[in-house]
């Protein structure tokens, strides 16, 4: 039997459990701003149906789906497997282009997407992200974060041919509003009037603070 030695335990017992961060989005964008911060993650799927949550005002709907596809994970640690022994970081976000009060989520079809980009072409629109973000040690929840942020976005306007190419090319179907920053062309999107990685589905203004304040990031 080895024995353990005074100072060893001490040291075992001060010794800082590792820390998870778990995506809770299948988002392409999202997991590609993660990859990028050269950070170790895992993607999960909420349960919640997301087209359930309804609210008049727009900006409080696109907090209320980001708040609870985040609190399904964290409320149900079992469920999603998260380590009692770790630190667990939970993200979760919503993304929608915003017109007055109507909203631009992603599109059903390709005669949908032709709608949302006929509606969104030729002026501008506020792309805006809810983010929520819950802190586990273990399955205990410390803390919670609760964010968004807007964009002014500008959209060139297509001939209708150019629109039958658009949605024959692209899986439009993935991307909020029927676009993406990082996959779409570059033409369509003339304008940005703020964060680019807002309008991709993780604004790294609201993202890379937390994760300085967890130690994730430098």
């Known amino acids: 039997m080895k024995l353990v030695s005074k100072q060893q335990q001490q040291a075992m017992q001060e010794a800082e459990p590792p820390l998870h961060i ?6 392409i964008g999202r997991r590609s701003l993660l990859e990028k911060l050269g950070i170790r993650f895992r993607v999960v799927v909420s349960r919640v149906d997301e087209d359930s949550i309804q609210d008049k ?3 409080k709907m696109i907090k209320k789906r980001a708040a609870a596809k985040a609190a399904e994970v964290a409320k149900n640690p079992r469920v999603y497997m998260l380590d009692e022994s770790a630190k667990n970081l939970i993200i979760a976000a919503d993304s929608m ?4 009060k109507k909203t631009y989520g992603k599109a059903k079809d390709r005669e949908h997407a032709k709608v949302i980009l006929k509606d969104l072409m030729g002026k501008a629109h506020t792309f805006t992200t809810a983010v929520t973000v819950y802190y586990l040690e273990g399955h205990a929840i410390k803390k919670v974060w609760d964010k968004s942020h807007h964009t002014k976005v500008h ?26 920053l990082n996959e779409t062309p570059w033409d369509l999107v003339v304008k940005v009037d703020g964060s680019f990685t807002n309008v991709i589905g993780l604004p790294f203004e609201v993202i ?7 130690k994730a990031i430098v």
């Open 208 to 214: 890379l603070p937390i994760l300085r304040q967890v």
């Open 57 to 59: 005002d727009p900006h």
């Open 97 to 100: 282009a915003i017109v007055g």
């Open 155 to 180: 959209l060139r306007k297509l001939s209708p041919a150019e629109v039958d190419s658009y949605v024959s090319r692209f899986d439009f179907t993935r991307f909020a509003a029927g676009y993406a």
């Open 22 to 27: 778990i995506l809770a989005s299948q988002s």
